[in-house]
């Protein structure tokens, strides 16, 4: 499984979407993600992919959360 499948696993999950609505271009703002949504799927996310994710990363897209993780997983 990608890092990008799990994600929007997670995102699915957390926001109660079909994961058809999540791919790489979608925002978190077209998903109606408050902070707290947010904060939530970072905590997931941490504890799946064994990471610290720095919250002051302005992450807009689920591509950039992607990158992200994968670039701390190096």
């Known amino acids: 499984m990608t890092v990008f499948n799990k994600v ?5 999950d ?9 791919t790489l ?12 949504d947010l904060f939530q799927i970072i905590n997931d ?7 610290e994710v720095d919250t002051d990363q302005d992450l807009k897209t689920v591509s950039e959360l992607v990158n992200y993780v ?3 997983k190096k």
């Not at 957390?14 to 609505?21: P, Y």
């Not at 996310?45 to 990471?51: A, R, S, Y």
């Open 8 to 12: 929007q696993d997670i995102i699915a």
């Open 14 to 22: 957390e926001l109660g979407k079909d994961k058809e609505e999540i």
């Open 25 to 36: 271009e979608t925002t978190f703002e077209a998903l109606d993600a408050d902070s707290l």
């Open 45 to 51: 996310i941490e504890d799946e992919f064994d990471v």
């Open 70 to 72: 994968e670039e701390l």
